[in-house]
């Protein structure tokens, strides 16, 4: 009878203490409700619970824009340079009428084909900006990596008149209207087709937004004078890059010889 009592008070001390602990949580719990219970699961066909619920992952799916948007040296007050470049700069490298090495050239010039639109907009009266675009070979003469290297110009156009919103042979030979153009190395307007020796070289191709046309010019103005011009007067840019390696049975670059050929003739005009 003695052990029967003990148990019995031990059982209560041990229900008291529970009672004790849970009751500020809550509503104080009946003796005979000590024994815990599980949470039975919900059943398979209950309609999912909205948030707040532990069973809903929320993630975040942005919309990503289908262009790329415009680097801020293209921009200018509230518009930004577009450029088209896909005439000479396409997916596959340079357009083939400017990459054309074998069997020589004409003693025309090649003149890269460019579109643009902007930038508008901004502060600057339209009938005194003017356009320019440059094309520049970084690796010349070796290759990519090559000591000794500059870079070297292969064609520019500068003083294109605000309203025109293309460059080409075509919308040259309608009207001049004063666009100056660059000399090619071995002494022609224009460019030369683009005939590396050796090694990978990286091509540049930049249209400029020019506050005020710039003032003297002529087709044998050095490259650097007129990039120290157009950097002084820039309002927008922007840029492309291609590759360009030899190809194989093509016998010297028309560039080199033209280099050679310049250097004969005393120079008619600084590259680098």
């Known amino acids: 009878a003695a052990m029967a009592v003990r148990r019995e008070g031990r059982k ?15 509503e104080p719990l009946a003796l005979n409700s000590v024994r815990a219970s599980r949470t039975p699961s919900p059943p398979a066909s209950a ?46 490298g340079l357009n083939k009428t400017f990459t054309q090495c074998a069997g020589g050239a ?24 003017t356009y320019a675009v440059t094309v520049a070979d970084l690796d010349y003469p070796y290759g990519e990596g090559s000591g000794g290297n500059h ?33 090619a190395a071995d002494g022609a307007l224009g460019m030369r087709p683009i005939c590396p020796e050796r090694g990978k070289h990286r091509v540049r191709a930049t249209i400029w937004a020019v506050r005020v046309a710039l003032g003297g010019l002529g087709p044998d103005t050095p490259y650097s004078e007129l990039l120290e011009q157009l950097e002084a007067n820039e309002l927008a840019r922007a840029t492309a890059f291609a590759n360009v390696s030899p190809q194989a049975g093509v016998g010297g670059s028309l560039l080199q010889r033209g280099a050679s050929l310049r250097g004969h003739r005393g120079g008619a005009a600084a590259d680098h």
């Open 12 to 26: 209560a001390r041990l229900a008291c203490a529970w009672i004790a602990c849970v009751a500020p949580f809550g």
């Open 47 to 92: 309609t999912p619970v909205a948030w707040p619920s532990p069973y809903v992952f929320w993630v975040e799916n942005p919309v990503f824009p289908t262009t790329t948007p415009p680097l801020p040296e293209q921009c200018h007050g509230c518009g930004c340079l577009i450029p088209n470049m896909s005439a000479f700069i396409g997916t596959m």
């Open 106 to 129: 004409s003693m025309d010039g090649l003149v890269p084909i460019f579109r643009w639109t902007g930038p508008t907009g901004g502060p600057q009266d339209e009938s005194s900006q």
């Open 151 to 183: 870079v070297q110009s292969l064609f520019w156009a500068a003083n294109i008149p605000g309203d025109w919103t293309e460059l080409s042979a075509e919308k040259l030979a309608d009207s001049n209207d004063g666009v100056v153009v660059g000399r």
